[in-house]
């Protein structure tokens, strides 16, 4: 599925597949917003497949959230799967 990002003030919905071949799209973006804003949403409920680079990816921009004392939310299907993450490596 076609990756996509859309955007609105401080909340992202990410649709398609977050993998190796557009995670540095979605780098970008994300560490935009957390520069930009102090809450930001993060709807991942249709990402449709996601890769190691992926899953990395989204745990290093929490991590770069928190040093920069903002909030990083998660939201849609799949979000509780980011959060377990997120607790097994001890980062939330």
Do not use: H, P, W
């Amino acid at each position: 599925m076609e990756f996509k990002i859309k955007s609105s003030d401080n909340y992202l919905k990410i649709s398609g597949d977050l993998t190796i071949s557009n995670v540095k799209i979605f780098e970008i973006m994300i560490y935009s917003f957390i520069k930009k804003y102090k809450n930001i949403i993060v709807d991942i409920g249709n990402i449709t497949n996601i890769d190691t680079l992926g899953v990395n990816s989204i745990v290093e921009a929490y991590q770069f959230s928190i040093k920069k004392e903002k909030n990083l939310l998660f939201c849609g299907k799949g979000s509780k799967d980011i959060i377990d993450e997120l607790y097994y490596r001890d980062v939330a």
